[in-house]
């Protein structure tokens, strides 16, 4: 355990694992652990005393971290991930935006915010073109359809106004459940919130303390109001359509003034941003709220009590035209930052550390999350109107079918699909013969002498260093995604003037109408089988920790970040994870140790983020090991308005540059910090940065070491904390620590 204070040369390793959900054991290395604080969820773990080697290297005590949990840690959560996977990605996307200022940062934070709108508002709709269009309007009358249905049939001879006003409680209850779900968390983690310490809210270093903040509290609510408004307007539309009446037009005019006023309320950035409470911002978006859902009842009273007769219709009256204009807003919102990501990349093009998606993750990542959304909303339609449908109705006139909106997003998911696919296999056989010569000189400069029996081990190396390299280039098709997308989603006005794509593509490219249904339903399966995927993912990813590995990445890249834009996504597990691990930090300086943090991959993030929030006193008695860091290759180049080089300088001048980063070839993810150093190429310069990155040659041999009869095996991504060289990193900085100054060090 911890000894008193006075032992100021005792030195705590403090290690934090990545996205592997490793156990305690395996990131301590050793086979008995016991947990010394927190919880099962998140909790500090030490080697159980009694055993021998309990201690590291340098004679450094031995601390573990394991959050895996935290993000998925329960089935329920792990699901959600699943089913608010857009919500998270756009969620995402305003983090990534180009690291504008002043009227130019918050029209794009406008355009992350409004786009993130339009996804709830788009999720209230596939709810209403589910129980309303497909089954109230479309299933009801239809005697085809109820047959065999005695779930449906006993409303079959009920007036329409009534059997809307009856299902319009599904698309409210589905509401209803992601409002319960984006409250949760405040109760959840209300107990790990510190005060905040920082003086900008959109800064790394808040991370931890803004998803507690009153901001998302306030976007919660515009957003239910918002997303009832959408449900009582799209209603309204249905009556007004059938036959006005005085009282529909008056609640209609409402309805829209309410969803007029979230939409310039969030764009509002000043007001909605103020970390503090702020009456009037907070009545505001609770009135907005309170309002939005008031109406909701009077509306459906005022369409059950009107006795005007309804116009039979191929669909519900105006939904079609929602549907289509949401769309059609989506696009233009992705238009307008793309245009202004591909400026920002003009204006910084010669700045140094540039890549292929610097300033363009914004616009990438939020063309996925609303392509993403839209192809599940019509897939979801599709699939329930084909079930109802049966293809056993007596004529075409009884068919139900989705609205022509959504058979477009189902045609322009399966271009994408195929144009990703396509541009995926172009960008990996046109860069092989790069990145083969590349990896062939790294293994000829690190192997020089390697016998002729080794060939076939140093093809294995250069060919895992080639895929490694291959990271980088993954950037060019998820651009090629995103652009193909945004280009396809205008095709929703097609829908809104009743053109159905097999007749355009027929017309336009001579393809027969039968193969762009065939298109269709392969495109309907492609999009199951994407949420299948992700469902099972997701549960594995619950059971499976070696699973977890792989599909882990995304979890904790999207929950990482605090809820910014979408109120409904998965909640930041860095609420808890940061101010924890603060406290610990903090309680083990107060003892008189000094604390050498150690993060692989994920848990380097979390580190530097802990570190820019610790006072200066606490922050000269810290170093920092990390290992697979993220922090550059990846992190610096999809977050540039938050991670960049001066946030990593002041992480190294906080910590007296008492820093050291492993990284490997071999490594897909991890990379160095801020110089390559490799061979021939050490700094010229007595910059302290460059000091910080060490290359580790992996693998380190490749012909069998003496007594054994396989070659040293290629570690890659791998944690590797029993590498020599790594326990020599930790001596390292452990000295470092023991000879510090008496006198706290770094700047504040």
């Given at each position: 355990m911890t000894s008193g204070p006075g032992t100021s040369d005792d030195v705590v390793e403090l290690r934090v694992h990545g996205v592997s959900g490793a156990g305690a054991e395996q990131i301590l290395d050793r086979p008995h652990s016991h947990q010394v604080a927190g919880d099962r969820n998140g909790g500090f773990y030490r080697p159980r005393p009694?055993?021998?080697?309990?201690?590291?290297?340098?004679?450094?005590?031995?601390?573990?971290?394991?959050?895996?949990?935290?993000?998925?840690?329960?089935?329920?959560?792990?699901?959600s991930l699943v089913f608010l996977l857009p919500f998270m990605l756009c969620n995402v996307a305003i983090w990534m935006r180009p690291p504008y200022r002043g009227t130019a940062g918050a029209g794009l934070k406008a355009v992350c915010r409004l786009l993130a709108l339009t996804l709830t508002m788009l999720y209230v709709l596939a709810a209403m073109g589910v129980s309303l269009d497909l089954i109230a309007w479309r299933c009801l009358p239809n005697p085809h359809c109820l047959a065999g249905r005695p779930y449906l049939s006993w409303l079959g001879d009920r007036p329409t106004g009534l059997t809307l006003a009856v299902f319009a409680l599904l698309p409210a209850a589905a509401l209803g459940l992601l409002w319960r779900l984006a409250a949760r968390?405040?109760?959840?983690?209300?107990?790990?919130?510190?005060?905040?310490?920082?003086?900008?809210?959109?800064?790394?270093?808040?991370v931890g303390q803004w998803d507690g903040a009153p901001t998302v509290s306030r976007l919660c609510?515009?957003?239910?109001?918002?997303?009832?408004?959408?449900l009582s307007l799209g209603l309204l539309i249905a009556r007004i359509v059938s036959g006005p009446s005085t009282v529909s037009v008056a609640l209609a005019a409402f309805a829209a003034l309410v969803l007029i006023?979230?939409?310039?309320?969030?764009?509002?950035?000043?007001?909605?941003?103020?970390?503090?409470?702020?009456?009037?911002?907070?009545?505001?978006?609770?009135?907005?709220?309170?309002?939005?859902?008031?109406?909701?009842?009077?509306v459906l009273a005022a369409v059950t009590l009107d006795p005007t007769p309804w116009r039979v219709r191929d669909g519900l009256p105006?939904?079609?035209?929602?549907?289509?204009?949401?769309?059609?807003?989506?696009?233009?919102l992705l238009v307008v930052l793309g245009t202004v990501a591909l400026a920002s990349r003009s204006r910084r093009r010669t700045g140094t550390g540039t890549g292929s998606l610097r300033g363009l993750g914004a616009p990438v990542i939020a063309a996925a999350a609303t392509g993403l959304a839209v192809a599940i909303s019509a897939?979801?339609?599709?699939?329930?109107?084909?079930?109802?449908?049966?293809?056993?109705?007596?004529?075409?006139?009884?068919?139900?079918?989705?609205?022509?909106?959504?058979?477009?997003?189902?045609?322009?998911?399966?271009?994408?699909?195929?144009?990703?696919?396509?541009?995926?296999?172009?960008?990996?056989?046109a860069t092989r013969p790069g990145r083969i010569r590349i990896a062939r000189a790294i293994v000829a400069r690190d192997h020089p002498d390697a016998p002729p029996q080794a060939q076939y081990r140093l093809r294995q190396v250069e060919r895992m260093i080639a895929r490694a390299r291959l990271t980088e280039r993954v950037e060019v098709v998820a651009v090629v995604y995103g652009c193909v997308v945004g280009a396809g989603m205008p095709t929703s006005l097609l829908g809104m003037l009743r053109l159905a794509p097999p007749t355009v593509v027929e017309r336009l490219t001579g393809i027969p109408a039968a193969a762009t249904v065939f298109g269709l339903q392969v495109g309907s399966l492609l999009i199951s089988a994407v949420v299948l995927a992700l469902l099972v993912g997701g549960i594995f990813a619950y059971r499976t920790a070696a699973f977890r590995r792989h599909?882990?990445?995304?979890?904790?890249?999207?929950?990482?970040?605090?809820?910014?834009?979408?109120?409904?996504?998965?909640?930041?597990?860095?609420?808890?994870a940061v101010p924890e691990l603060s406290r610990r930090i903090v309680h083990l300086t107060e003892q008189g140790h000094g604390v050498l943090l150690?993060?692989?991959?994920?848990?380097?993030?979390?580190?530097?983020?802990?570190?820019?929030?610790?006072?200066?006193?606490?922050?000269?008695?810290?170093?920092?090991?990390?290992?697979?860091?993220?922090?550059?290759?990846?992190?610096?180049?999809?977050?540039?308005?938050?991670?960049?080089?001066?946030?990593?300088?002041?992480?190294?001048?906080?910590?007296?540059?008492?820093?050291?980063?492993?990284?490997?070839?071999?490594?897909?993810i991890g990379g160095w910090v801020f110089s390559p150093h490799r061979a021939g190429r050490r700094p010229a310069t007595p910059d302290p940065a460059l000091t910080v990155d060490r290359r580790l040659r992996d693998p380190w041999d490749v012909v069998p070491p003496p007594g054994d009869s396989v070659p040293p095996e290629i570690v890659g991504h791998w944690p590797g904390e029993s590498d020599p060289r790594f326990e020599a990193a930790v001596a390292d900085l452990a000295g470092r620590l023991r000879d510090r100054p008496p006198e706290p060090g770094g700047p504040g």
């Open positions: 009694g055993y021998p080697d309990t201690q590291g290297p340098s004679g450094v005590t031995m601390e573990a971290y394991r959050w895996s949990d935290l993000p998925s840690g329960t089935i329920s959560r792990t699901l968390p405040a109760h959840n983690f209300a107990a790990f919130r510190t005060p905040t310490t920082t003086s900008g809210a959109h800064q790394l270093s808040a609510a515009l957003h239910v109001a918002a997303g009832f408004a959408t006023a979230c939409t310039a309320l969030l764009c509002a950035h000043p007001l909605i941003d103020t970390p503090a409470p702020h009456p009037l911002v907070d009545r505001l978006a609770g009135g907005l709220r309170s309002t939005a859902v008031a109406l909701t009842p009077l105006g939904y079609a035209m929602l549907v289509g204009l949401i769309i059609l807003v989506q696009a233009v897939d979801l339609v599709y699939k329930v109107a084909d079930l109802l449908n049966r293809r056993a109705a007596a004529d075409s006139e009884s068919e139900i079918g989705p609205p022509l909106g959504y058979k477009w997003a189902i045609f322009v998911f399966l271009v994408a699909a195929a144009c990703t696919l396509a541009a995926a296999v172009v960008v990996t056989l599909v882990g990445i995304l979890w904790d890249l999207g929950t990482f970040w605090p809820r910014a834009a979408h109120p409904f996504a998965p909640p930041c597990y860095a609420e808890r150690t993060g692989h991959s994920h848990g380097s993030v979390l580190l530097a983020a802990t570190v820019l929030q610790l006072p200066p006193e606490v922050c000269g008695r810290l170093a920092l090991l990390t290992y697979g860091s993220p922090l550059r290759r990846l992190y610096a180049r999809l977050f540039p308005a938050f991670i960049d080089e001066k946030v990593l300088r002041e992480v190294g001048e906080r910590v007296n540059w008492r820093w050291l980063n492993l990284w490997r070839d071999t490594d897909p």
